[in-house]
T-cell receptor, first 113, second 111 residues
Framework: DAGVIQSPRHEVTEMGQEVTLRCKPI?????LFWYRQTMMRGLELLIY????????DSGMPEDRFSAKMPNASFSTLKIQPSEPRDSAVYFC???????????FGPGTRLLVL | AQSVAQPEDQVNVAEGNPLTVKCTYS??????LFWYVQYPNRGLQFLLK??????LVKGSYGFEAEFNKSQTSFHLKKPSALVSDSALYFC?????????FGKGTRLHILP
């Protein structure tokens, strides 16, 4: 298996623009997680899905952030409009079950100017 | 509520010496405990986990961790550090979902 795939790997955009981050989980994994990592706040769980259904989005910072999982092999995290404080590395991870190891993608490094 | 703490932001160890990265946790039930490692510009990689059974868990790259229920700790250890072990290490705990990650400990192995 190719592992968790994220795209793009790097994104530079201007404040106010829409940003869409993409994730393909490992086939057969029922859980998908979106995390954000910054120096100041460390690793934060934004939202997670079970069988394509959002279970907990309490970590989503505000309404500018939204996430979808239209099918078992694809998820998006959208920021609209983006702000400089959204600059971070965004990770997607997946796991087979709720107690199993999470497998992380390589991350998307986002810079909002 | 579940929580996890990594009390050290950074740990410095000379190459060849034993290393320990500390982790304590708080849960209401029986914990699932994990260690992950992050190398520069990479995602987190799984090292080892404790769910049940033997308190000493062995993982990748020669690492091991000891589950201590009375001290609510799950410290990561390695008998002899390598320069290549230098990375950011995360402890994680799951009692009720989701998994909670600690803030990370940066490990520096000095040649």
């Amino acid at each position: 298996d190719a592992g968790v795939i994220q795209s793009p790997r790097h994104e530079v955009t201007e404040m106010g623009q829409e940003v869409t981050l993409r994730c393909k989980p490992i086939s057969g994994h029922d859980y998908l997680f979106w995390y954000r990592q910054t120096m100041m706040r460390g690793l934060e769980l934004l939202i997670y899905f079970n069988n394509n259904v959002p279970i907990d989005d309490s970590g989503m910072p505000e309404d500018r952030f939204s996430a979808k999982m239209p099918n078992a092999s694809f998820s998006t995290l959208k920021i609209q409009p983006s702000e400089p404080r959204d600059s971070a590395v965004y990770f997607c991870a997946s796991s087979r079950t709720g107690v199993e190891t999470q497998y992380f993608g390589p991350g998307t490094r986002l810079l909002v100017l | 509520a579940q929580s996890v703490a990594q009390p050290e932001d950074q740990v410095n160890v000379a190459e060849g010496n034993p290393l320990t990265v500390k982790c304590t946790y708080s849960v209401s039930g029986n914990p699932y405990l994990f260690w992950y490692v992050q190398y520069p510009n990479r995602g987190l990689q799984f090292l080892l986990k404790y769910i049940t059974g033997d308190n000493l868990v062995k993982g990748s790259y020669g690492f091991e961790a000891e589950f201590n229920k009375s001290q609510t700790s799950f410290h990561l250890k390695k008998p002899s550090a390598l320069v290549s072990d230098s990375a950011l290490y995360f402890c994680a705990v799951r009692d009720i979902y989701p998994v909670i990650f600690g803030k990370g400990t940066r490990l520096h192995i000095l040649p």
